[in-house]
Protein backbone atom coordinates (compact mmCIF):
# COMPACT_ATOMS: atom_id res chain seq x y z
CA UNK A 1 0.00 0.00 0.00
CA UNK A 2 1.41 3.33 -0.88
CA UNK A 3 2.23 5.62 2.04
CA UNK A 4 -0.15 8.69 1.46
CA UNK A 5 2.13 10.94 3.69
CA UNK A 6 4.35 13.46 1.75
CA UNK A 7 6.34 14.46 5.12
CA UNK A 8 6.60 13.27 8.44
CA UNK A 9 8.31 14.65 11.40
CA UNK A 10 8.65 12.58 14.40
CA UNK A 11 10.30 14.12 17.67
CA UNK A 12 12.98 16.28 15.70
CA UNK A 13 15.14 18.64 17.66
CA UNK A 14 17.93 20.89 16.41
CA UNK A 15 20.31 22.75 18.28
CA UNK A 16 22.80 25.71 17.14
CA UNK A 17 24.83 25.51 20.11
CA UNK A 18 23.28 26.35 23.22
CA UNK A 19 19.94 27.67 21.66
CA UNK A 20 17.47 25.33 20.41
CA UNK A 21 15.90 26.15 17.26
CA UNK A 22 13.46 23.04 16.64
CA UNK A 23 12.15 21.42 20.02
CA UNK A 24 10.12 17.89 19.60
CA UNK A 25 9.03 18.48 16.29
CA UNK A 26 5.69 16.48 15.28
CA UNK A 27 4.25 17.14 11.98
CA UNK A 28 2.22 15.04 8.90
CA UNK A 29 1.61 16.35 5.76
CA UNK A 30 -0.75 14.51 3.62
CA UNK A 31 0.18 14.14 -0.37
CA UNK A 32 -1.71 16.59 -2.23
CA UNK A 33 -2.00 19.43 0.29
CA UNK A 34 -0.71 23.07 0.02
CA UNK A 35 0.27 23.69 3.81
CA UNK A 36 1.52 27.44 5.05
CA UNK A 37 4.35 27.44 7.54
CA UNK A 38 3.56 30.50 9.67
CA UNK A 39 6.31 31.50 12.84
CA UNK A 40 7.96 34.80 13.80
CA UNK A 41 11.93 35.19 12.99
CA UNK A 42 14.33 32.80 14.98
CA UNK A 43 10.87 30.12 15.07
CA UNK A 44 12.49 27.83 13.48
CA UNK A 45 11.13 27.65 9.92
CA UNK A 46 14.45 27.73 8.22
CA UNK A 47 15.73 25.36 9.90
CA UNK A 48 12.80 22.94 9.80
CA UNK A 49 13.18 23.73 6.18
CA UNK A 50 16.66 22.78 5.66
CA UNK A 51 16.19 19.34 7.76
CA UNK A 52 13.37 18.43 5.32
CA UNK A 53 15.67 19.12 2.23
CA UNK A 54 18.41 17.28 3.75
CA UNK A 55 20.49 20.05 3.98
CA UNK A 56 20.80 19.43 8.21
CA UNK A 57 20.20 16.15 9.97
CA UNK A 58 18.04 16.63 13.05
CA UNK A 59 20.07 15.86 16.59
CA UNK A 60 17.13 13.83 18.08
CA UNK A 61 13.95 12.41 15.66
CA UNK A 62 13.54 11.38 12.40
CA UNK A 63 12.13 13.13 9.20
CA UNK A 64 10.96 11.35 6.27
CA UNK A 65 9.74 11.84 2.95
CA UNK A 66 7.59 9.43 1.12
CA UNK A 67 8.57 7.13 3.43
CA UNK A 68 12.47 7.14 2.92
CA UNK A 69 15.04 9.76 4.06
CA UNK A 70 14.94 13.26 2.56
CA UNK A 71 18.11 12.96 0.64
CA UNK A 72 16.77 9.80 -0.73
CA UNK A 73 13.50 11.54 -2.06
CA UNK A 74 15.45 14.31 -3.29
CA UNK A 75 17.91 11.90 -5.68
CA UNK A 76 14.72 10.32 -6.98
CA UNK A 77 13.45 13.55 -7.70
CA UNK A 78 10.67 14.10 -5.88
CA UNK A 79 11.01 17.22 -4.21
CA UNK A 80 11.37 21.01 -5.72
CA UNK A 81 12.92 23.82 -3.15
CA UNK A 82 12.99 27.56 -3.93
CA UNK A 83 15.27 28.51 -1.44
CA UNK A 84 15.44 32.87 -0.09
CA UNK A 85 19.24 32.56 -0.44
CA UNK A 86 19.46 31.17 -4.06
CA UNK A 87 20.88 33.26 -6.58
CA UNK A 88 20.63 33.21 -10.35
CA UNK A 89 23.79 32.67 -12.90
CA UNK A 90 25.33 36.13 -14.96
CA UNK A 91 25.57 35.78 -18.30
CA UNK A 92 22.93 32.78 -19.04
CA UNK A 93 19.24 33.83 -20.04
CA UNK A 94 16.11 32.23 -19.10
CA UNK A 95 15.80 29.79 -21.65
CA UNK A 96 19.20 28.37 -21.03
CA UNK A 97 18.93 28.04 -16.99
CA UNK A 98 15.54 26.07 -17.90
CA UNK A 99 17.19 23.81 -20.21
CA UNK A 100 19.82 23.14 -18.23
CA UNK A 101 17.83 21.83 -15.27
CA UNK A 102 15.12 20.14 -17.20
CA UNK A 103 18.20 18.19 -18.49
CA UNK A 104 19.20 17.26 -15.05
CA UNK A 105 15.36 14.67 -14.67
CA UNK A 106 14.25 12.01 -16.82
CA UNK A 107 11.19 13.16 -17.24
CA UNK A 108 11.10 16.59 -17.02
CA UNK A 109 8.19 19.32 -17.87
CA UNK A 110 7.91 20.74 -21.46
CA UNK A 111 9.91 23.58 -22.27
CA UNK A 112 6.64 25.13 -23.18
CA UNK A 113 4.25 24.80 -19.80
CA UNK A 114 6.92 25.41 -17.67
CA UNK A 115 7.43 28.77 -19.36
CA UNK A 116 3.35 29.02 -19.22
CA UNK A 117 3.22 27.66 -15.91
CA UNK A 118 5.97 30.08 -14.45
CA UNK A 119 4.25 33.22 -16.25
CA UNK A 120 7.52 33.71 -18.19
CA UNK A 121 6.43 34.30 -21.74
CA UNK A 122 8.23 36.81 -23.57
CA UNK A 123 11.33 36.43 -20.92
CA UNK A 124 12.68 33.60 -21.78
CA UNK A 125 15.73 35.14 -24.33
CA UNK A 126 16.54 37.79 -21.26
CA UNK A 127 19.66 37.38 -19.40
CA UNK A 128 19.35 36.52 -15.92
CA UNK A 129 20.69 39.75 -14.27
CA UNK A 130 18.95 41.83 -16.08
CA UNK A 131 15.97 40.22 -14.55
CA UNK A 132 13.51 42.22 -12.08
CA UNK A 133 13.18 41.14 -8.52
CA UNK A 134 9.68 39.65 -9.49
CA UNK A 135 10.59 37.86 -12.64
CA UNK A 136 14.04 36.21 -10.94
CA UNK A 137 11.73 34.88 -8.62
CA UNK A 138 8.78 33.54 -11.20
CA UNK A 139 12.60 31.56 -12.94
CA UNK A 140 13.51 30.17 -9.39
CA UNK A 141 9.90 28.48 -9.63
CA UNK A 142 10.19 27.41 -13.05
CA UNK A 143 13.58 25.63 -11.75
CA UNK A 144 12.08 24.31 -8.90
CA UNK A 145 9.13 22.90 -10.91
CA UNK A 146 11.17 21.91 -13.60
CA UNK A 147 11.29 18.16 -12.89
CA UNK A 148 7.82 18.07 -11.96
CA UNK A 149 8.33 17.30 -8.30
CA UNK A 150 6.09 15.40 -6.13
CA UNK A 151 6.69 17.75 -3.13
CA UNK A 152 7.44 21.67 -3.34
CA UNK A 153 9.26 23.79 -0.73
CA UNK A 154 9.11 27.43 -0.88
CA UNK A 155 10.79 29.17 1.48
CA UNK A 156 9.47 32.87 1.46
CA UNK A 157 9.03 32.81 -2.20
CA UNK A 158 7.45 36.48 -2.62
CA UNK A 159 10.14 38.63 -0.55
CA UNK A 160 11.50 40.45 -3.34
CA UNK A 161 8.20 40.86 -5.53
CA UNK A 162 5.72 43.59 -5.51
CA UNK A 163 2.08 43.60 -5.60
CA UNK A 164 1.39 42.52 -8.98
CA UNK A 165 4.49 39.95 -9.28
CA UNK A 166 2.91 38.39 -6.13
CA UNK A 167 -0.33 37.84 -7.17
CA UNK A 168 0.61 36.32 -10.22
CA UNK A 169 3.19 33.79 -8.18
CA UNK A 170 0.33 32.50 -6.71
CA UNK A 171 -1.94 32.23 -9.72
CA UNK A 172 0.95 29.99 -10.79
CA UNK A 173 1.77 28.52 -7.61
CA UNK A 174 -1.96 27.30 -7.47
CA UNK A 175 -1.78 26.18 -10.85
CA UNK A 176 0.82 23.71 -9.87
CA UNK A 177 -0.99 22.96 -6.82
CA UNK A 178 -3.85 21.53 -8.66
CA UNK A 179 -2.51 19.14 -10.65
CA UNK A 180 -1.99 17.23 -7.30
CA UNK A 181 1.17 18.23 -6.22
CA UNK A 182 2.28 18.95 -2.51
CA UNK A 183 3.01 21.95 -1.37
CA UNK A 184 4.94 24.06 1.80
CA UNK A 185 5.65 27.33 1.67
CA UNK A 186 6.92 29.83 4.40
CA UNK A 187 5.76 33.18 4.54
CA UNK A 188 5.91 36.16 6.38
CA UNK A 189 2.87 37.48 5.01
CA UNK A 190 -0.14 36.13 6.65
CA UNK A 191 -2.60 36.83 4.03
CA UNK A 192 -0.92 34.49 1.60
CA UNK A 193 -1.59 31.84 3.59
CA UNK A 194 -5.02 32.75 4.36
CA UNK A 195 -5.78 33.18 0.92
CA UNK A 196 -3.93 29.81 -1.07
CA UNK A 197 -3.01 26.95 1.82
CA UNK A 198 -5.23 24.24 2.52
CA UNK A 199 -3.43 24.79 5.87
CA UNK A 200 -1.67 26.48 8.17
CA UNK A 201 1.37 25.53 10.46
CA UNK A 202 2.24 28.12 13.12
CA UNK A 203 5.70 27.16 14.87
CA UNK A 204 6.94 29.64 17.86
CA UNK A 205 10.73 29.06 19.50
CA UNK A 206 10.87 25.96 17.62
CA UNK A 207 7.55 24.07 19.09
CA UNK A 208 4.26 24.11 17.04
CA UNK A 209 1.79 25.89 18.01
CA UNK A 210 -1.22 25.51 15.80
CA UNK A 211 -2.33 23.40 13.03
CA UNK A 212 -5.40 23.57 11.31
CA UNK A 213 -7.49 25.24 8.12
CA UNK A 214 -7.18 28.75 7.98
CA UNK A 215 -10.47 28.89 9.36
CA UNK A 216 -9.97 26.93 12.17
CA UNK A 217 -6.74 28.96 13.25
CA UNK A 218 -9.19 32.48 13.24
CA UNK A 219 -11.88 30.76 15.27
CA UNK A 220 -8.66 29.58 17.84
CA UNK A 221 -8.79 32.97 19.41
CA UNK A 222 -11.72 34.99 20.55
CA UNK A 223 -10.61 38.08 19.18
CA UNK A 224 -13.00 40.16 17.22
CA UNK A 225 -12.71 43.60 15.54
CA UNK A 226 -14.96 46.07 15.35
CA UNK A 227 -14.42 49.23 13.28
CA UNK A 228 -15.65 52.26 13.03
CA UNK A 229 -15.72 55.96 11.32
CA UNK A 230 -12.68 58.17 13.78
CA UNK A 231 -14.75 59.59 15.95
CA UNK A 232 -14.58 63.22 15.79
CA UNK A 233 -13.23 64.46 18.56
CA UNK A 234 -10.44 61.71 17.99
CA UNK A 235 -9.68 58.37 19.02
CA UNK A 236 -8.40 59.29 22.69
CA UNK A 237 -10.15 56.13 25.39
CA UNK A 238 -11.38 54.04 22.65
CA UNK A 239 -8.75 52.01 24.01
CA UNK A 240 -10.35 52.32 27.46
CA UNK A 241 -13.93 50.57 26.04
CA UNK A 242 -14.71 47.69 27.78
CA UNK A 243 -12.78 44.70 26.11
CA UNK A 244 -11.21 46.31 23.91
CA UNK A 245 -7.03 45.35 23.77
CA UNK A 246 -6.12 47.02 21.12
CA UNK A 247 -6.70 50.21 18.57
CA UNK A 248 -5.71 50.32 14.51
CA UNK A 249 -6.02 53.48 12.92
CA UNK A 250 -6.25 53.09 8.53
CA UNK A 251 -7.64 56.10 7.13
CA UNK A 252 -10.49 57.58 8.36
CA UNK A 253 -11.31 54.25 9.70
CA UNK A 254 -10.83 53.06 13.96
CA UNK A 255 -10.53 49.32 14.11
CA UNK A 256 -11.21 47.77 17.95
CA UNK A 257 -9.81 44.38 18.74
CA UNK A 258 -12.40 43.03 21.55
CA UNK A 259 -12.73 40.22 23.31
CA UNK A 260 -16.61 41.09 24.09
CA UNK A 261 -17.80 42.50 20.92
CA UNK A 262 -21.14 43.38 22.02
CA UNK A 263 -19.61 45.58 25.20
CA UNK A 264 -17.41 47.03 22.96
CA UNK A 265 -20.31 47.98 20.50
CA UNK A 266 -23.14 48.58 23.75
CA UNK A 267 -20.26 51.09 24.94
CA UNK A 268 -19.97 52.98 21.45
CA UNK A 269 -23.46 53.24 21.35
CA UNK A 270 -23.82 54.81 24.66
CA UNK A 271 -20.93 57.16 24.01
CA UNK A 272 -22.31 58.14 20.82
CA UNK A 273 -19.74 57.30 18.82
CA UNK A 274 -21.05 54.41 16.90
CA UNK A 275 -21.01 55.68 13.24
CA UNK A 276 -20.06 53.12 9.97
CA UNK A 277 -20.41 50.19 12.15
CA UNK A 278 -18.60 46.89 11.13
CA UNK A 279 -18.01 43.87 13.15
CA UNK A 280 -16.09 40.77 11.72
CA UNK A 281 -14.12 38.23 13.46
CA UNK A 282 -10.80 37.57 13.91
CA UNK A 283 -8.25 37.17 10.45
CA UNK A 284 -5.86 35.08 10.37
CA UNK A 285 -3.22 37.97 10.68
CA UNK A 286 -5.13 38.48 14.27
CA UNK A 287 -5.15 34.55 15.35
CA UNK A 288 -1.26 34.43 14.28
CA UNK A 289 -0.26 37.50 16.39
CA UNK A 290 -2.43 36.07 19.39
CA UNK A 291 -0.95 32.91 19.32
CA UNK A 292 2.73 33.75 19.08
CA UNK A 293 2.16 36.63 21.50
CA UNK A 294 0.91 33.89 24.18
CA UNK A 295 3.80 31.25 23.02
CA UNK A 296 6.97 32.69 21.15
CA UNK A 297 8.87 34.32 23.60
CA UNK A 298 8.57 31.58 26.04
CA UNK A 299 9.64 29.10 24.10
CA UNK A 300 12.37 31.23 22.76
CA UNK A 301 13.83 31.50 26.21
CA UNK A 302 13.37 27.97 27.15
CA UNK A 303 15.47 26.76 24.67
CA UNK A 304 18.12 29.35 24.79
CA UNK A 305 18.33 28.47 28.66
CA UNK A 306 18.94 24.35 27.41
Do not use: C
Amino acid sequence: MQNTDAVRFRGVSFRYGQVRAVSDLDLTIGRGQTVALLGPNGAGKSTSIAMMLGLLAPDTGRVELFGTSPNAASTAGKVGAMLQETELLPRVTVAELLGFVRGLYPNPMPFDELVRLADLDGLTGRRLEKLSGGQSQRVKFAAAIAGRPELLVLDEPTAAMDVESRHGFWRAMRRYARAGHTVLFSTHYVEEADESADRVVVIAGGRLIADGTPAAIRRSVATHNVGIAVPANGTAGLDRLPAVTAVEIRGDRAYLATDDADATVLALAESGLLRELEVRGARLEDAYLALTAEHGTEAILEGAQR
